[in-house]
């Protein structure tokens, strides 16, 4: 691939400190875009908002609890005690919070397509989880076995790790394997919102006046011409200078030749890429500042649409991926990974009062387990037991009950 780009590579010459955009293209995998930007992962977050969808999905995935439970005979439990319990809740390695390791994956999804995390064991089990870099590393099918390698970069050691060894979690991906980044869909918007700041940031940097030709009565030398330039950006250039009155003497005119911003539709170009951009981040604008369309109304709709259709399936994904791979050994079976989704899909105090309500008024709930809930400490072994009101009653004890109550009434004088 790389010879290939070498033979169809144009003649212009190109060096490291000013490379052609052909030389860039070479090494960079077709970063650069029809306006001229080169939009890479990493130059990615200089876009306020890029930064914001990315760190907005993060957050909603990093502050889930990722919690270890077991089937039993009665039902499920929670198991605690397991070492990838540990990992998962207190330090999945020695450097990383568990809000940051959810994080930092997330973020790698959005920006690179593929997070990928080391599973470091020995003879006694998980021991560690690690994130690997995901633009340094590959994977590689083997043609014999039919397996995945993957070679990468740890603690500044390349190495070589097999299937078991590896939790791979793809975003949106064409082959199940290799997950396709935001980026790479939004790179000419994105190279479009680039190129609008600088022009923005080029446009204050010149006192806000735009490009223009200065036209004299007689022919100047090119040391005249340098001269009157330099004075007229001297004169009219930075912010400082902005809205400062010029005078152009000797018969000199000046003309502008640039279009103004209103005719450039600035404000309607960067409203409608921050819109697209938050589409293919599946993030309601609301979310991040845009609030042309948003009333109170809606919004709480659009939140609890943001996580079931944006959060909960990259969540089913994680559950499904760490589950397979961290729980491999016979005494982990029906052990499996749930997300803590009630403070995601939470309502408010009078809304959560009446599901309350309803719950420890069918029996489902116990007085603790609404107290556990609320991250409240319960009020004894009393508050475990679970009521139901007495003007309800089990469906096969309905004709037992109309019968005995009959007879009663029969037998009244």
Same mark, same amino acid.
């Given at each position: ?5 070498? @033979? ?23 970063? @650069? ?40 005979? $009665? ?38 397509? $593929? ?85 923005? +940031? ?48 000797? +018969? ?22 921050? +819109? ?138």
């Amino acid at each position: 691939m790389l010879f290939n780009k070498l @033979l169809n590579a144009k003649n212009d010459s190109s060096s490291l400190i000013n490379p052609a955009d052909w030389f860039i293209n070479l090494f960079s995998g077709n970063t @650069l875009t029809s306006s001229g930007e080169t939009i890479t992962s990493i130059t990615s977050l200089n876009i306020a908002t890029v930064y914001a969808c990315i760190d907005v999905k993060a957050n909603a995935i990093a502050k889930l609890p990722m919690q270890v439970f077991k089937t039993t005979p $009665t039902g499920r439990e929670r198991d605690r005690a397991h070492q990838v319990a540990y990992l998962l809740e207190t330090r999945p390695n020695e450097f990383t919070t568990p809000f940051n390791f959810k994080h930092t994956i997330a973020v790698h999804q959005n920006l690179w397509g $593929t997070a990928y995390i080391y599973i470091e064991s020995d003879r006694k089990g998980v021991k560690a989880l690690w994130l690997l870099p995901p633009d340094g590393t590959s994977e590689y099918l083997d043609i014999e076995t039919g397996l995945y390698t993957y070679i990468t970069t740890f603690k500044n050691q390349t190495l070589r790790l097999q299937e078991s060894e590896i939790i791979k979690l793809p975003y949106l991906s064409l082959n199940g394997v290799k997950g396709k980044s935001p980026i790479q869909v939004a790179r000419e918007t994105l190279g479009v919102m680039q190129a609008t700041n600088k022009f923005i +940031g080029g446009f204050y940097k010149n006192g806000t006046s735009t490009k223009g030709v200065i036209t004299t009565p007689a022919q100047l030398g090119a040391a005249a011409k340098d001269l009157v330039r330099a004075e007229w950006q001297k004169a009219n250039g930075g912010v400082d200078n902005a809205g400062g009155v010029s005078v152009v003497d000797a +018969g000199m005119t000046y003309t502008s030749i640039s279009m103004p911003l209103a005719d450039a539709e600035f404000i309607a170009t960067n409203k409608f890429n921050v +819109g697209e951009i938050a589409k293919i981040f599946n993030v309601p604008p609301h979310k991040i500042g845009e609030l042309a369309n948003a009333t109170f109304s809606n919004i709480e709709q659009q939140s609890m649409d943001f996580i079931q259709d944006c959060i909960q399936p990259s969540v089913v994904c994680w559950e499904e991926e760490f589950g397979y791979k961290l729980f491999v050994t016979p005494k982990d079976k029906g052990h499996y990974i749930k997300f803590d989704m009630d403070n995601a899909m939470r309502a408010d105090s009078a809304g959560r009062a009446a599901y309350y309500t309803a719950m420890t008024g069918i029996g489902a709930f116990s007085i603790n387990d609404v107290l556990e809930l609320e991250d409240k400490d319960s009020i004894g072994p009393e508050g475990d037991a679970h009521r139901v009101d007495l003007n309800h009653v089990s469906a096969s004890l309905v004709d037992e009950y109309q019968m005995s109550k009959a007879n009663s009434t029969t037998k009244t004088p």
